[in-house]
């Protein structure tokens, strides 16, 4: 038998497992970084940080499972998506990553949607709005504010390919990744011409393209001498972290409804051709699956609003976490546990980082709503969670207009893990929530995708079958649905009644 090696990059955390060919996690690691903020609208990271923490958690997988590096046959890579790396002829970074969460592009955003029209480009590249996130917004900035840098880039990579490129010298990319670049026919799957003739660029500039699942390399050798990897083991194209959660969560087909809540927030819907809302609130997405797509509402932060309060509000449950070696967030959430559904009437909108679906509004910023002195952090704590939960359940709605049946959700990402998070999720949504033996399902996702490409299986319908575990189903408890309906018109309304001052901060 041999191993599959999945890799997923996230915004503040690299994470990867090794399986063997029937699912069972043998080895995992992970290794924590922080963005550069200096700030509000500037979100950096030193493109190495991510190869340094790759090499680490590599070394720890192959130093805790023993397995000779020369049985792990295959590694793919699943990665954020729109984190811009711009490169020299030997793949050196020539400037900070450009975070996907950096919204310094918004004037470039703007120049893009008026020489296009959002109609045509949410025809070509399935994304409803022009916002800073998109990566062609951020090469415009480059070659508008850093001309230098700009005539200097050989390729524009993003994080997978990145890593891709550390691992084998080739620079290769795939279509589930390169769906939000604002770059990339859908339909076609290839580059979109005119916006690269129109941000100034080449299609040489651009990685190759390849479908997700597909051969590029072998490790290298100074890859294998800085990871410890055999040279032969084959490294494959793997999927935007999103669509590699979905192939980690057997959504491959419609009816099963994934949600991800990590540092931001994804529902994905798997549909059979491109489906496009007329009202353009939601994005459809290449699928690391063949020949079909993902419809991905999504929120910038979500798992950040969690973070971002245990750094921030936290450290007396960091310091007792370490003292007791738990983790922080169980001790936040069971203080939560103890504070009554709805929050004692506090709620959040948790637009930190500005608002994606339905909103997509790059404005927006957080709000704390209903705070009385009788409120405590554990109030505080909890109504994040459920602002989140509200945030599924509006994008959930907006799935289910457009015609989607969700017959499940299946939970993945750090926040599965939480059974209060899981349980108030179903509370909210009305809807049964499902977890899985393995919580990471885009380093899951990752490795079924190197699984193809090797040819340990014959199509991902197999290595889904062989290798997804379910785990737990939270059925939605009546006793909270009157409190939640109330609150969640609250939160709804929050945003409208607010987004108007956004601008003015």
Request: proline share 5%.
């Amino acid at each position: 038998m041999g191993y599959l090696l999945g890799i997923d990059v996230g915004t503040t955390e690299l994470k990867a497992a090794l399986f063997d060919e029937e699912g069972r996690e043998v080895a995992a690691g992970r290794a924590e970084y922080s963005p550069y903020i200096p700030e509000p609208d500037i979100v950096e990271l030193d493109a190495e940080e991510y190869w340094n923490s790759c090499k680490k958690v590599i070394s720890e997988i192959l130093n805790s499972s023993k397995i000779n590096p020369r049985e792990i046959r295959s590694i793919a890579v699943s990665s954020q998506g729109e984190t811009l790396i711009p490169v020299n002829r030997e793949g050196e970074p020539l400037r900070r990553a450009i975070v996907w969460l950096d919204n310094r592009s918004k004037n470039e955003s703007e120049m893009i949607r008026e020489q296009f029209g959002i109609d045509a480009i949410f025809r070509v590249t399935g994304q409803p709005e022009v916002v800073p996130t998109w990566p062609a917004t951020k090469i415009l900035w480059l070659r508008r504010n850093e001309p230098e840098i700009f005539n200097k880039v050989h390729k524009y990579l993003l994080v997978e390919d990145f890593i891709i490129f550390k691992l084998t010298g080739i620079f290769a990319t795939e279509y589930s990744l390169v769906s939000s670049t604002l770059m990339f026919d859908i339909s076609k799957e290839d580059w979109w011409e005119e916006m690269l003739g129109f941000i100034g660029i080449n299609r040489e500039q651009l990685p190759e393209l390849m479908p997700s699942g597909a051969a590029v390399g072998n490790v290298g050798e100074r890859a294998s001498r800085e990871t410890g990897l055999s040279t032969n083991t084959m490294v494959a194209t793997g999927a935007l972290d999103q669509a590699a959660g979905a192939v980690g969560t057997g959504n491959i087909k419609p009816g099963i409804i994934t949600e991800s809540t990590g540092t931001a927030l994804a529902l994905l819907a798997t549909v059979e051709s491109p489906l496009y809302d007329p009202k353009r609130r939601v994005p459809c997405h290449h699928h690391a699956a063949a020949k079909k797509y993902l419809l991905i509402p999504w929120c910038p932060t979500a798992g950040a609003v969690l973070r971002w309060f245990r750094d921030e509000f936290g450290q007396y449950e960091v310091e007792a976490a370490k003292r007791i070696k738990v983790n922080a967030y169980d001790l936040l959430t069971l203080e939560a546990s103890k504070v009554p559904a709805g929050s004692d009437g506090l709620i959040i909108l948790p637009h930190f980082m500005g608002a994606g679906a339905p909103e997509f509004d790059p404005h927006a910023r957080g709000i704390i709503f209903g705070l009385t002195l009788k409120h405590t952090k554990a109030h505080v704590v909890r109504a994040i969670l459920e602002s989140i939960a509200f945030m599924i359940r509006r994008n959930i709605e907006l799935l289910e207009e457009l015609g989607i049946h969700v017959e499940e959700i299946r939970s993945i990402g750090g926040a599965s893990r939480s059974q209060l998070w899981n349980q108030i999720k179903a509370n909210v949504t009305s809807k049964q929530v499902i977890t899985l033996q393995i919580e990471e399902a885009a380093s899951l996702g990752a490795a079924i995708l190197a699984g193809v490409a090797d040819g340990t299986f014959k199509s991902i319908e197999e290595g889904c079958k062989r290798m997804i575990k379910l785990k737990r189903r939270y059925e939605p408890q009546l006793d909270d649905r009157e409190i939640y309906e109330k609150l969640y018109r609250v939160y709804c309304n929050l945003y409208s009644h607010v987004k108007d001052l956004f601008p003015l901060l």
